[in-house]
């Protein structure tokens, strides 16, 4: 509280926090440092970002700066002013005073924010009538206002939640915050589970009502490209700290925490020329057990011997840095790259050697081997649709409430043996549908779906495990796609036997190639565990290694790495990217994240609503563009202008600073 | 399989509500095991004063048919820990049955158990069981087994089959089906192990349920009178008119019985309650 | 409305159901019903050929193919002749039944949905206040209140307030001083009769209601709009009553559906107790004096009533909760 860097004296700060400690003690587990001494400030009118990946604690600061926090989580230590109170310590109805005075959170997503039996026009009337005595009229005039401020017609007051489309439902959230003409606004993850485009749309609301209502914000998210967009001013939260803390443009061209500059790397322009992508290896420390010295060398290519200690912070500019090896220049070591042409997977080099590419060298060993019997054979859809009957019309994004959904509508497409396809598309484009369909999980309304000879829509349930020793699906859901009871070995065995039919040596040789080929080294450590006991990472690994125990030739990945952290995104593509160079099978890749879609893909299908708006090849479908929805689609990624040069500014120790 | 019943029990024994229910458990089990040691008579020796009040002898006094009333008691924890458990087992078989079918098949067979389950559900299960029981020509503990079982299967089958759905929904078994997994194997290796606990609740649900059953269709003289079970007890002592002679204790202490069992019962379930539902965990 | 039609073929489906039930459960059964049931009756005075028809359509003599019994069974139902009583001879079952139908209607109806509205509440408020000395207290007790058998609670309040203490009357539904009939003095002895039986169901279910709506108030609490709402400043009643009791509630309605068949149940064995003139107490008789007619129309008139109240709470669902209305 202190010492407050010099450029924040032109914002006189709203909200400010010192020394802040949360403990989580959750019943019959050890107690989590989920943030460990975070020294803050916002100033009045400043568009603050707070990103990290999951388990970094960004959720836990932004519910303590709040005073939201449940047990089992508590604040520890340190105090939280909001304009000049202390709030750390304040009754439930002092604090109720405070929110009407203008604090208002807007909370991940907003897709449960909304009371399910209780009308949006009811929402407004809670909340406005909490504050101030006004007349039903009065209160419906203020709502349609507010409502008519974030693009949303008043006849969404009429309007329950599960009548509303994701979107709709946070803008209603947002309306309903500002209802309490907030002059700091906290959003935990705004645009998280939402479409892509929906996204987009949300945050330029954000940016604009910002800029017409004058409210401060903190914006909490995971995508830093998000962030860097749309804010002032950047902190970049790992293992309960801020580790930088930087005005966006400085942080976006030369970020000094090495943690930072990794992050970036994470993120790329699909349509540039030239796609690199970096990832952080291993996973964030276990906060129950906090790290000694500096919690992010174990992931760190720069860590040395002074990372031992704990960091100090050090003033730069208008912000600071927490890091031994600042200010170096910071080249990240980049995992995957694209250039217009071929897919060129980046081989092992010195930087990368902390990241587990041992999969390049097995997958080596296990090629020959791979395409024994069956040749690849293309994969053809003709005119293939598929409809859902709703049993009650929930409306999602794009979908019309009927009582029967046409999710896939007349989808025509040939993969090649040994070819990338691309699948992409927001949500309710009939993408997944699409895959699931291609793996016999679901059968078409109409249409053909053939591999080689075989007609796919035709066979019959008895002959789909047969099916599936040619055609194998990557599944979204790392967490989801693991049975939580058994070890990933088994999981994988069983895969083995069935599709291979190996036993004894042969089959406990094979079970550990394959975990070999997927970076999971050595083999006998991994087989053992069960999936709570890896990293989403790891699991998503495991989930590849079953699918390959069939030697596919057509590998359908249904968003690999949508639910991973970014950070982990570019060492799964370049996994997937390997995989495919070594064992010919084809790849259809499905996903909503044009860049991963860039960096594996030659072919590329955009998808909206069940039809095939554009295809093509990936780079000429991506750089220019001939739909409006791919158009739009691209225009939704945040872009970040990056370079990797240490900015202009004079380092230096932040005094006082104890630890 | 049993690696996760041995997980699920120690989690049980972590919690104080679930520990206290099987420690009361264990000791009705005991006494059961037990009881020829611990009964001071014969419970079914007539050979007493009738209706003798409480004293050093008779803790619990005389029956009117002149049997010691504290050997009836600990001999009939036996019938009801055993029709208890044994109902609240056979309810549980048929519930996982149904219920995993159910929740799993699709089509007709799904439509059709379900209805069933509903049915069952909302069909009043005492009256069903009396006239069950009027209508069997033999009276005994058997057949209230069979009656209890036969009834209380819905509730468990309703839960197991929303749950079964819920988990066959889920990328794993998805990808098990990829893997060529056969769906016995699915069922058994994938879907059953995920819901030890649902089982174990509706286990002790329906042991609880068969509990009161039991005792409240002795009670009602639907059982065989000369068994010894504290559902028979409570019967006697009303026929004797207990309460008007003031032996008030032949009426307490086998409903204090009952009552104490399915406390413990649903005492266990909190527990369970407890694992699957975090928010409910104590701190 | 259109809900309502929707729900409407379930409960014809599950009617139909039950009723089909109940021709099968004595025509499955091992030994002849009907034939004991006739000659019983036959012991008793004369028997009239269309009575001795109507036994024997309900309970199943086989002759005529399993089709054509089905058929007769279901045009006596729907005329509402379920044949004479034995116990009650020669009353026909259909007007015994109609004379207690009304007394277990007001008792079992009354207390049953007063023990729910108690029970919710103090649910919600043990939730509200979790971990304080009430809510431990509410969860300990209801426990073992539910635990306890609706038999034996009833035989101990009789015996305690009835019998010791001598301020309720033990038996019967109304003193033998009065006529039963539109008039004060009836009323007055019918509510002195009812006491203790009312209490005994309250007690006795009270328990459960509390429980299940606490611990659906704690799954409710944790959900994203509760902490949205008070994050927008809503005041602590209105988070708890509006937005978590409200939602809590709805789990607690489907609840009730499906207790209803318990609590009858237990009702029943009260009436049996108190020898209150209820339907519990009639199928006791029935079945004490194998008066298999009486018994096997109880049945059907019980699993009806409770069908039909199952879907008036189905329909007070469709009401509270707009995501099933539409």
Redesign the interface.
């Known amino acids: 509280m202190d010492t407050r860097p010099p450029s924040q004296s032109e914002h006189a700060p709203l909200l400010t926090a010192s020394g802040l400690e949360v403990l989580y003690e959750p019943?019959?587990g050890p107690p989590v440092h989920a943030v460990r001494g975070v020294d803050i400030s916002i100033g009045q009118g400043q568009l603050v970002g707070l990103v990290g990946e999951s388990g970094c604690g960004k959720s836990t600061l932004g519910y303590a700066l709040?005073r939201?926090l449940?047990?089992?989580a508590r604040i520890a230590a340190g105090t939280v002013v909001f304009d000049s109170t202390d709030i750390t310590n304040l009754d439930?109805k002092s604090l109720?005073g405070i929110?009407?005075n203008g604090l208002?959170?807007v909370?991940?997503s907003g897709?449960?924010?909304?009371?399910?039996?209780?009308?949006v026009r009811g929402h407004f009337h809670?909340?406005l009538g909490?504050?101030q005595r006004l007349h039903a009229a009065e209160v419906d005039n203020t709502a349609e206002t507010l409502l008519s401020q974030v693009e949303l017609a008043p006849s969404v007051l009429d309007r329950?939640p599960?009548e509303l489309s994701g979107g709709m439902r946070q803008r209603v959230?947002i309306a309903?915050?500002l209802?309490?003409k907030p002059r700091l606004v906290v959003f935990d993850e705004p645009t998280t589970a939402l479409d892509v485009i929906v996204q987009r749309a949300i945050m330029d609301t954000i940016a604009r009502l910002q800029a017409e209502v004058g409210f401060t914000a903190l914006i909490i998210s995971h995508d830093l490209g998000l962030v860097l967009g749309a804010t002032d001013q950047v902190w970049v939260m790992y293992a309960g700290r801020i580790v930088e803390r930087r005005d966006s443009p400085a942080l976006a061209t030369g970020p000094l925490h090495p943690y930072s500059a990794a992050l970036l790397a994470c993120q790329g322009d699909p349509t540039a020329e030239k796609v690199e992508l970096g990832g952080i290896p291993g996973s964030p420390p276990d906060l129950s057990k906090p790290p000694e010295g500096c919690a992010f060398a174990p992931r760190c290519w720069l860590s040395g011997p002074p990372c031992k200690e704990e960091p100090h912070e050090k003033l730069v500019g208008t912000g600071s840095v927490t890091c031994h090896m600042a200010p170096t220049k910071l080249e990240v070591p980049k995992l995957i790259r694209r250039v217009d042409g071929p897919s060129e997977p980046i081989p092992d080099s010195g930087h990368g050697a902390k990241v587990p590419t041992t999969a390049s060298a097995a997958v080596a060993k296990g090629r020959g081997r791979h395409r024994d019997a069956t040749t690849a054979e293309p994969l053809a859809l003709i005119d293939v649709t598929k409809d859902f009957k709703t049993k009650?019309?929930a409306p999602s994004e794009g979908v019309q409430a009927q009582g029967l959904v046409q999710a896939v509508a007349g989808v025509s497409l040939r993969l090649e043996a040994g070819q990338a396809m691309g699948l992409v598309g927001g949500s309710g484009s009939g993408k997944t549908t699409l895959g699931r369909m291609i793996?016999g999980?679901e059968r078409p309304s109409s249409g053909s779906i053939t591999l080689g000879n075989l007609r796919v829509d035709k066979l019959r349930t008895r002959d789909?495990?047969r099916y599936?020793?040619r055609v194998?699906?990557v599944?979204?859901?790392p967490y989801?796609?693991?049975?939580?009871?058994?070890s990933v070995g088994y999981?994988v065995g069983?895969?083995i036997r069935?599709?291979q039919g190996l036993k004894g040596d042969d089959y406990r040789r094979e079970l550990l190639r394959l975990f070999d080929t997927v970076g999971l080294a050595p083999p006998e450590h991994y087989a053992a565990k069960l999936p709570h006991q890896l990293s989403g990472g790891q699991r998503q690994r495991v989930?590849i290694a079953?699918?390959l125990?069939?030697k596919p030739q057509v590998l359908v990945a249904d968003e690999p790495v949508s639910m991973l952290d970014v950070s982990l995104r570019a060492e799964i593509l370049h996994l997937l990217g390997e995989l495919r160079k070594n064992t010919g099978a084809s790849l259809l890749y499905i996903t909503h994240d044009l860049l991963s879609a860039r960096l594996v893909t030659d072919q590329l299908v955009v998808l909206r609503q069940g039809h095939i708006v554009e295809s093509g090849p990936t780079s000429s479908v991506l750089r220019s563009p001939s739909h409006p929805y791919t158009v739009e689609l691209i225009a939704a990624i945040p872009t970040v202008q990056q370079s990797q040069t240490v900015p202009a500014g004079a380092i230096t120790e932040r005094p006082g600073e104890p630890v | 399989m049993r690696t996760t019943i041995f997980r699920v029990a120690a989690t049980l024994w972590a919690n104080r509500k679930a520990r206290a229910g099987l420690s009361i458990l264990f000791v009705f089990a005991a006494v059961a095991v037990l009881a020829p040691l611990l009964a001071p008579y014969s419970p079914t020796a007539t050979n007493f004063a009738r209706s003798a009040p409480a004293s050093w002898s008779h803790p619990l006094g005389t029956t009117g048919s002149g049997q010691d009333a504290l050997s009836q008691l600990l001999y009939g924890t036996r019938i009801s820990l055993f029709v208890g458990f044994g109902a609240g087992l056979a309810a549980t078989i048929v519930a996982m049955l149904v219920g995993v079918v159910a929740g799993y098949a699709r089509g007709p067979i799904e439509v059709i158990l379900g209805f069933a389950t509903n049915l069952f559900l909302v069909i009043p299960g005492l009256p069903l069981m009396i006239v069950l029981a009027a209508y069997l020509p033999t009276r005994g503990v058997g057949t209230i087994l069979v009656v209890v079982s036969v009834t209380g299967w819905a509730w468990g089958a309703r839960v197991l089959r929303s749950q079964t759905a819920t988990l066959a929904a889920r990328e794993f078994v998805a990808a098990a089906r990829l893997a060529g997994e056969g769906i016995w194997r699915i069922v058994w290796h994938e879907i059953v192990p995920n819901m030890v606990s649902l089982l174990a609740a509706s286990f002790f649900g329906a042991s609880t349920a068969a509990v009161l059953a039991e005792a409240g269709l002795e009670f009602l003289g639907l059982g065989n009178p000369s068994t010894i079970s504290w559902g028979t007890m409570l019967f006697w002592a009303q026929n004797s008119n207990a309460l008007l002679t003031g032996q008030w204790a032949l009426l307490v202490a086998p409903g204090l019985c009952i009552a104490l069992l399915a406390s413990a019962m649903s005492l266990v379930n909190f527990g369970i309650d407890a694992i699957g539902n975090p928010r409910l965990r104590e701190r | 409305m259109r809900y309502v039609l929707r729900r409407l073929p379930v409960l014809v489906i599950t009617l139909w159901a039950a009723v089909t039930l109940n021709f099968l459960l004595p025509r499955l059964m091992p030994g002849t019903p009907a034939g004991a049931a006739v000659a019983k009756l036959a012991g008793q005075g004369s028997v009239s050929a269309s009575q001795r028809r109507a036994i024997e359509v309900m309970l199943g003599v086989p002759h005529g193919s399993l089709a054509s019994q089905y058929w007769q069974y279901l045009k006596a139902i729907a005329g509402g002749n379920f044949g004479i009583s034995y116990t009650y001879f020669p009353e026909p079952v259909s007007k015994v039944i109609g004379a207690a139908l009304p007394w277990t209607l007001a008792l079992v109806g009354t207390v049953t949905v007063m023990a729910f509205v108690i029970g919710t509440l103090l649910g919600v408020l043990a939730a509200w206040k979790r971990g304080s000395i009430f809510d431990t207290a509410a969860s300990v007790g209801c426990t073992f209140m539910a635990a306890f058998p609706y038999f034996w609670t009833a035989l101990v309040l009789l015996y305690v307030f009835g019998f010791v203490a001598g301020w309720f009357p033990i038996r019967g539904g109304y003193s033998a001083s009065v006529s039963p009939g539109w008039d004060w003095s009836f009323f007055v002895s019918a509510l002195g009769h009812s006491v203790l039986p009312a209490f005994t169901i309250l007690v006795s279910g009270l328990g459960g209601w509390v429980l299940g709506m606490r611990n659906n108030m704690m799954g409710v609490l944790g959900e994203d709009y509760i902490v949205f709402a008070e994050a927008n400043g809503l005041s602590p009643r209105t988070v708890a009553l509006r937005y978590a009791a409200r939602n809590a509630l709805l789990p607690g309605v489907t609840a009730f559906g499906m207790a209803l068949g318990l609590v009858v149940g237990g009702s029943l064995l009260t009436e049996v107790v108190f020898g209150y003139p209820g339907i519990g107490y009639l199928l006791y008789n029935a079945v004490v004096n194998e008066d298999y007619p009486l018994m096997q129309a109880l049945f059907l008139v019980i699993t009806v009533s409770v069908l039909m109240a199952n879907f008036v709470v189905d329909l007070i669902y469709g009401l509270l909760d707009p995501r099933v209305r539409r």
Do not use: E, I, K, S
């Not at chain 1, 897709?111 to 009308?119: F, Q, S």
């Not at chain 1, 989801?480 to 058994?486: C, D, K, S, V």
């Open positions: 019943a019959g709040a939201l449940r047990p089992p439930r109720r929110r009407h208002a959170v909370l991940q897709m449960n924010a909304l009371n399910p039996v209780r009308r809670d909340v909490a504050q329950y599960h959230a309903l915050a209802a309490l009650r019309a793996v999980l789909l495990p599936w020793r194998q699906m599944f979204q859901d989801a796609g693991l049975n939580p009871l058994h999981t069983r895969a069935n599709h989930v079953r699918a125990a069939a």
